[in-house]
């Protein structure tokens, strides 16, 4: 038989390993968190980035005068082929 001081000493180090295992998990999960809320932000930053380059782009391409959508009025097609071969 196991004397009362050894059972009381196991089972403080089960307890204890327990409520160290939980405290560590918490740790754990909020600098996951905290690194996952992070790279959100980063990237909903690049996106923007990224939105604001292709939206300069666009712009730049309306400055030659040359309409490219065939449903257009305005639509030429003879300047889009000058246009093309040009590029």
Known sequence: MVSSTINVVRYTAL???VFYGIYHRRTLQNAHDTDKAHHAK???EALIVQAKEAWKKKQAGDKDGVVTDPEDPRFDLEKLIAKWESS
């Open 15 to 17: 307890l204890s390993g």
């Open 42 to 44: 980063h990237e909903r």
